[in-house]
């Protein structure tokens, strides 16, 4: 394996998600450099349906309080302790991005396939960032789903949300979770039905 191969691996394996972060978020040409990895996702059909929309500044304060609404639109009896902790996230994160899905419903590529090129860019993302010194952690919930929500956003049915990213820079720089073992997720399939390790009691 040669060194810059062994540096993109290694890179790979020391992922881990955090939301503990810190200034400064990336910005600038290093911004756009690492955006330009979700480019390289796999894309059946290249109908390259990712959309991404950066949050920073106060815009973020805006952000937070149709999280808010739309918490509250989802579940009138929302805990108060609940909503305080999602606005005080989304408000404070030093960079926020959205992860939007253009779909094609009619399209002869299947809509899953286009769902799956999101996430698949999402994750190029995520890989990204981390090559590039930063952290980040990928959010969903159920307003991620509200479809009131995401036309807010720019993003009115059939197209959708897949999530947002929370960007910055790690306060702790060990932050890197424990990498669990591959074994109990592979298997060789010999003509049977397989069974995984991992999906035993």
């Given at each position: 394996?040669?060194?810059?191969?062994?540096?993109?691996?290694?890179?790979?394996?020391?992922?881990?998600?955090?939301?503990?972060?810190?200034?400064?978020?990336?910005?600038?040409?290093?911004?756009?450099?690492?955006?330009?990895?979700?480019?390289?996702?796999?894309?059946?059909?290249?109908?390259?349906?990712?959309?991404?929309?950066?949050?920073?500044?106060?815009?973020?304060?805006?952000?937070?309080?149709?999280?808010?609404?739309?918490?509250?639109?989802?579940?009138?009896?929302?805990?108060?302790?609940?909503?305080?902790?999602?606005?005080?996230?989304?408000?404070?994160?030093?960079?926020?991005?959205?992860?939007?899905?253009?779909?094609?419903?009619?399209?002869?590529?299947?809509?899953?396939?286009?769902?799956?090129?999101?996430?698949?860019?999402?994750?190029?993302?995520?890989?990204?960032?981390?090559?590039?010194?930063?952290?980040?952690?990928?959010?969903?919930?159920?307003?991620?789903?509200?479809?009131?929500?995401?036309?807010?956003?720019?993003?009115?049915?059939?197209?959708?949300?897949?999530?947002?990213?929370?960007?910055?820079?790690?306060?702790?720089?060990?932050?890197?979770?424990?990498?669990?073992?591959?074994?109990?997720?592979?298997?060789?399939?010999?003509?049977?039905?397989?069974?995984?390790?991992?999906?035993k009691d």
């Amino acid at each position: 394996m040669k060194k810059h191969e062994k540096i993109a691996l290694d890179s790979l394996l020391s992922r881990s998600s955090t939301d503990d972060l810190t200034s400064p978020a990336p910005k600038g040409d290093e911004l756009e450099t690492i955006l330009s990895a979700v480019m390289r996702a796999p894309d059946h059909g290249k109908l390259r349906p990712w959309r991404l929309v950066l949050v920073h500044g106060e815009a973020r304060v805006t952000l937070a309080e149709r999280v808010v609404a739309s918490m509250k639109r989802i579940d009138p009896d929302v805990p108060e302790k609940k909503i305080e902790k999602r606005y005080n996230r989304f408000s404070t994160m030093p960079l926020i991005i959205v992860l939007g899905m253009h779909l094609k419903p009619e399209d002869k590529i299947p809509l899953i396939e286009q769902e799956l090129a999101v996430g698949a860019a999402g994750m190029n993302l995520l890989n990204a960032l981390h090559a590039a010194g930063y952290g980040a952690v990928w959010v969903s919930g159920e307003i991620t789903y509200d479809p009131v929500f995401a036309a807010e956003l720019g993003f009115p049915a059939p197209h959708g949300l897949a999530g947002f990213f929370f960007v910055g820079t790690p306060k702790d720089e060990d932050h890197h979770s424990k990498r669990r073992p591959v074994a109990p997720y592979v298997t060789e399939w010999t003509g049977e039905p397989v069974s995984f390790g991992a999906d035993k009691d």
